[in-house]
């Protein structure tokens, strides 16, 4: 696997005010990677600058092992997606029409609007304008914009924040369909469930540095509390230690007397251990 993104040591004050504090992250090629943290925790910052739309007071910022300031530049820039909240489109034309127009605009095949439409399921709405749609279906119309060029790397600032589970069902479905294919992926979001059901690695942001990061499993297994709970027929719960001697004699007795009602795992969420790990809460 090679390195498609990687910051180090990256800064990014407005005034006096530091959004970004040594910020080090790598992401390899064929990832999804989830920046996981709060509103106001730097997530779009660090979006903006690699996405050239801002830059950092210091540190370096390498895509596709060009600099940023090569790559603003380059050819590079055609390599890479991205996907922000501000639609841009044309609500009086359909979504065919929207789209050609950025097919004629980069020089791309009509047929790639069939591709990019197929990923987010919407071929069959396509003669629909874009003032009938709801806010998801215009998200889902933006992302298949964003991937007409068949990019290598997709940036998502807040894919699905604020729209209903069908949607983000079928965003979430695209997403994974553009990775199969070797499409790098990072996005922001301060939705735990969404982190752990697309990404292979999480990175936990608060107030403009990362804290942790690592597989969603991973994680878990660091910050794993070592208890189960154990719910009884007359309502009383009980916190015991795993793999102890006492735990197991205690459940034998409990199960003889038909007393357990329910024993939970109490492994925690991705929102409790960013929690544990920074002090704040994800939203
Ligand atoms: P997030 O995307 O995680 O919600 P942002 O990256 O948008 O956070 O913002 C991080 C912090 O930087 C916030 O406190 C925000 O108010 C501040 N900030 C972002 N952009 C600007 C700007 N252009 N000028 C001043 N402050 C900004």
């Given at each position: 696997m090679?390195?498609?993104?990687?910051?180090?040591?990256?800064?990014?004050?407005?005034?006096?005010?530091?959004?970004?504090?040594?910020?080090?992250?790598?992401?390899?090629?064929?990832?999804?990677?989830?920046?996981?943290?709060?509103?106001?925790?730097?997530?779009?910052?660090?979006?903006?600058?690699?996405?050239?739309q801002?830059?950092?007071?210091?540190?370096?910022?390498?895509?596709?092992?060009?600099?940023?300031?090569?790559?603003?530049?380059?050819?590079?820039?055609?390599?890479?997606?991205?996907?922000?909240?501000?639609?841009g489109?044309?609500?009086?034309?359909?979504?065919?029409?929207?789209?050609?127009?950025?097919?004629?605009?980069?020089?791309?095949?009509?047929?790639?609007?069939?591709?990019?439409?197929?990923?987010?399921?919407?071929?069959?709405?396509?003669?629909?304008?874009?003032?009938?749609?709801?806010?998801?279906?215009?998200?889902?119309?933006?992302?298949?914009?964003?991937?007409?060029?068949?990019?290598?790397?997709?940036?998502?600032?807040?894919?699905?924040?604020?729209?209903?589970?069908?949607?983000?069902?079928?965003?979430?479905?695209?997403?994974?369909?553009?990775?199969?294919?070797?499409?790098?992926?990072?996005?922001?979001?301060?939705?735990?469930?969404?982190a752990?059901?697309?990404?292979?690695r999480?990175?936990?942001?608060?107030?403009g540095?990362?804290?942790?990061s690592?597989?969603?499993?991973?994680l878990?297994?660091?910050?794993?509390?070592?208890?189960?709970?154990?719910?009884?027929?007359?309502?009383?719960?009980?916190?015991?230690?795993?793999?102890?001697?006492?735990?197991?004699?205690?459940?034998?007795?409990w199960?003889?007397?038909?007393?357990?009602?329910?024993?939970?795992?109490?492994?925690?969420?991705?929102?409790?251990?960013?929690?544990?790990?920074?002090?704040?809460?994800?939203?």
């Amino acid at each position: 696997m090679s390195v498609t993104i990687k910051m180090e040591n990256v800064k990014k004050s407005f005034s006096r005010f530091e959004a970004l504090r040594n910020v080090d992250l790598e992401i390899q090629s064929g990832e999804i990677l989830g920046l996981l943290g709060p509103s106001g925790a730097g997530k779009s910052t660090i979006i903006k600058i690699l996405t050239g739309q801002l830059d950092p007071s210091s540190g370096t910022v390498m895509i596709f092992g060009e600099s940023s300031e090569q790559v603003k530049q380059s050819k590079t820039r055609k390599r890479f997606g991205v996907l922000t909240d501000n639609s841009g489109l044309y609500k009086r034309l359909s979504i065919e029409e929207n789209l050609k127009m950025y097919c004629d605009l980069y020089d791309l095949p009509v047929s790639a609007l069939d591709e990019a439409l197929e990923f987010v399921n919407l071929v069959s709405s396509k003669k629909k304008k874009v003032s009938e749609l709801s806010r998801g279906m215009m998200q889902r119309v933006t992302l298949a914009r964003a991937i007409l060029h068949k990019p290598e790397l997709l940036f998502l600032d807040e894919p699905t924040s604020a729209l209903d589970p069908v949607n983000t069902h079928h965003i979430h479905e695209g997403l994974r369909k553009l990775n199969a294919r070797g499409t790098t992926i990072l996005l922001t979001t301060h939705d735990m469930y969404e982190a752990e059901a697309l990404c292979h690695r999480v990175a936990f942001l608060h107030e403009g540095e990362i804290r942790e990061s690592g597989s969603p499993e991973e994680l878990k297994d660091a910050y794993r509390n070592d208890v189960i709970e154990v719910e009884l027929t007359c309502g009383e719960s009980h916190e015991l230690p795993v793999n102890q001697v006492a735990t197991m004699d205690k459940m034998r007795e409990w199960a003889a007397a038909q007393r357990i009602r329910r024993v939970h795992s109490n492994e925690p969420t991705l929102g409790d251990l960013f929690m544990r790990v920074t002090g704040g809460e994800l939203s």
